[in-house]
């Protein structure tokens, strides 16, 4: 158990580790994509709006430096009129809100832009801003409209200022920086940024690949952990069977040979040298204890046989309910003579191809297995029919049962659900994987429905033919 947490967590952490490598390195190049596209639309623009320029003889703000003039000419007239603060500052905001909402919605610029973009195939979906740096009204003398704070110190337009305007748009890119349009009456400066609205996707695209590279990695890596870490689980359930079965195997041994040790001491003792009755019955007992070793050796090399080679059947046409009645009857007067069994059979007379032998191997595990595996007086049913070309046997008992996760694995070689607890039920974990290997060398199978505490039915499925 400690194992195998030391394992998952390594593997888990690994794969954590791996992730927070690709993610790092997917952020890296996500940013550096970012700033390329900046980059590269920067200079779009720019050749751009040379272009705009040369081919057509404008800037884009024509109408707005018409609308300018006109409006700034009675702005500045009626701003000498005034004299008193309040109104002075409240028509300078009046001022600088027409300048701010003329240069932004009247310039062409932005759409001069979008077709340029996409006459050379770029992305023409942008948001544009235009943030005023400076308004001021000439007559005889400048007034001061609006001045943004570190407009005066004329900087140019580096990168910090270019990205000045975060709270706007934080990924915006600077196409225009302080540019000055002036007429007769006033000078306007501005900054006209750009936000790509498809940015995301433009980058998405281009880092795509690395994206779809580092999944799959990421997906191989935790693929081939889960296949290593089942293929190493597997193996540890496989192993701890095997020193379950050296265990059990043992101890089966032990009981027949301890037996047949202490059955010879007392053969040799002269008190019963000189009693006939007991050699008789002591020879017996040994002659009993070999056949039961012999049993178990026999089983053993049976097991390695069934591994290298396919069941040799010997088959023949049988009456099946004829069989059923002297297998469970030969039980009853053996090990099952402490088990009430009852039987129900609807065969309508159907002769099956079987091999005896093994039919009765097959029957018999089930039927001890119900009998050793109840904590009360065993109460067997044993049901038979034939259906769709099927022929059906239940095994039904009232033993302690057996849970979900062990009804999984009971057919498999050497498994015990009892593990552990070998001293408790006696056994080998082989009896139902016989039943299981000779049900399928019939062409049939066996299947378990059980709940802990209620009991079980095992149902052998034979073809009827
Ligand atoms: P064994 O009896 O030697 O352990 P089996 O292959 O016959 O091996 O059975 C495998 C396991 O299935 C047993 O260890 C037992 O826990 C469980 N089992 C089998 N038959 C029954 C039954 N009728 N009732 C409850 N548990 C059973």
Redesign the pocket.
């Known amino acids: 158990m400690k194992n195998r947490n030391t394992v998952l967590i390594l593997g888990i952490t690994s794969i954590l580790i791996l992730i927070s490598v690709q993610v790092f390195i997917i952020t890296g190049v996500w940013k550096q994509k970012n700033e390329l596209f900046a980059i590269r639309y920067f200079f779009f623009s720019q050749e751009a709006i040379y272009n705009i320029r040369r081919e057509m003889s404008t800037d884009g703000f024509d109408t707005v430096r018409l609308l300018l003039d006109q409006y700034s000419e009675q702005a500045v007239k009626r701003l000498r009129t005034l004299s008193d603060k309040k109104e002075l500052a409240d028509s300078k905001k009046d001022i600088l809100d027409y300048f701010t909402k003329v240069v932004n919605q009247e310039q062409d610029l932005s759409e001069l832009l979008s077709k340029y973009f996409e006459s050379r195939g770029l992305d023409k979906n942008f948001k544009y801003k235009i943030i005023v740096n400076n308004v001021e009204l000439i007559d005889n003398d400048t007034i001061i409209i609006y001045q943004k704070e570190d407009f005066s110190t004329h900087k140019p337009p580096d990168r910090a200022r270019r990205n000045s305007p975060m709270d706007i748009y934080s990924s915006s890119i600077l196409v225009r920086g302080g540019t000055q349009l002036e007429g007769n009456n006033y000078r306007l400066n501005f900054d006209y940024f750009i936000d790509f609205s498809d940015k995301q996707k433009v980058i998405l695209k281009e880092t795509s690949a690395a994206l779809g590279w580092s999944t799959l990695s990421i997906l191989l890596v935790g693929i081939m952990f889960m296949i290593t870490y089942k293929n190493l689980m597997e193996e540890k359930r496989l192993s701890n069977l095997k020193t379950d079965f050296i265990n059990?195997m043992t101890h089966e041994l032990k009981t027949p040979l301890s037996t047949i040790t202490v059955a010879g001491k007392t053969l040799e003792m002269p008190q019963i040298r000189s009693d006939d009755a007991k050699i008789l019955e002591t020879a017996k007992l040994i002659g009993k204890q070999s056949i039961h070793l012999n049993q178990l050796i026999n089983m053993m090399l049976e097991i390695s046989m069934w591994e290298r080679t396919q069941f040799q059947l010997d088959k023949r046409t049988v009456d099946i309910e004829e069989i059923m009645n002297d297998v469970v009857d030969s039980f009853k007067s053996g090990g099952g003579n402490s088990a009430s069994i009852s039987q129900k059979y609807d065969f309508r007379g159907a002769k099956v191809d079987l091999d005896v032998v093994y039919f009765t191997t097959l029957l018999n595990?089930?039927l001890s297995?119900?009998v050793?595996?109840?904590d009360k007086q065993p109460v067997i049913d044993i049901e038979g029919f034939t259906q769709d070309n099927n022929l059906y046997i239940k095994v039904s008992?009232n033993?302690?049962?057996?849970n979900k996760i062990?009804q999984k694995h009971?057919?498999d070689k050497f498994?015990?659900?009892?593990t552990g607890n070998i001293h408790k039920?006696?056994?080998?974990?082989?009896?139902?994987?016989y039943v299981k290997k000779i049900a399928e060398a019939h062409g049939g199978d066996v299947s378990v429905n059980?709940k802990p505490g209620k009991?079980?039915i095992?149902t052998v499925t034979l073809p009827n033919n």
Do not use: H
């Open positions: 059990n595990n089930l297995n119900a050793k595996y109840s008992d033993g302690i049962g057996i062990d009971i057919f498994y015990r659900a009892s039920f006696k056994g080998l974990g082989l009896g139902l994987y059980s009991g079980s095992f």
